[in-house]
């Protein structure tokens, strides 16, 4: 990975429209270019009307996501980058396909009110949490899926989309019913 290509710790939170966005959220990590299993989790994104998608780091190449976008997938994916991703492919991809949003080693959204915060290592997750500024912080690296509390901060790692020392796991997050849940792939 090339470490100069990666952005600055960011201050600005995007706010992100929830008229157009919807009020679910799914979460993804450490992919690492596991194609079968991107397609079922986008499918299942797209047969949910999620239109937000957060991906934690580790995707490794951007191509994987691309050519396994449903064609009637209608969201935005806001990425941080993690330790095995190839972020000279994942900026040059990225110009060509508009729905994917990078924000560096750490990245925030504000949805329906709710700050969140994703990164890729726990230690960063866990200094946000510290802070206090976010309702909920995101993070990958470990492969597995863990739930923390800090203050009024939830820390929330989604497992391993890839499949790679766990199961294939993501979590959708309904700002509605403020209710996280945990998929597990092979039962979706």
Known sequence: MNSASLNKNSSHIKKV?????GVKIAIFSDSHDNLPNLKKALSFCEKNKITTIIHCGDLCQLTSLITS??????????????NADYVDDINQQAKTFKAFKIYGQIGAITLENKKIAFTHHSTKAKELGET?????????????????????????????????????????????????????????
Not at 17 to 21: A, F, G
Not at 69 to 74: A, I, N, S, V, Y
Not at 171 to 188: F, G, P, Q, S, V
């Open 132 to 188: 206090q500024k976010y309702d909920y912080i995101f993070y990958g690296h470990t492969h597995k899926p863990w739930e923390q509390i800090i203050g009024k901060t939830k820390i929330v790692n989604p497992g391993t989309l890839a499949g790679m020392f766990y199961k294939a796991t993501f979590a959708i997050l309904d700002l509605e019913k403020n209710k996280l849940e945990l998929k597990i792939l092979e039962r979706i």
């Open 17 to 21: 429209s929830p008229n157009k966005r």
């Open 69 to 82: 976008w449903p064609k009637k997938l209608d969201a935005e994916v806001h990425f941080t980058y993690g």
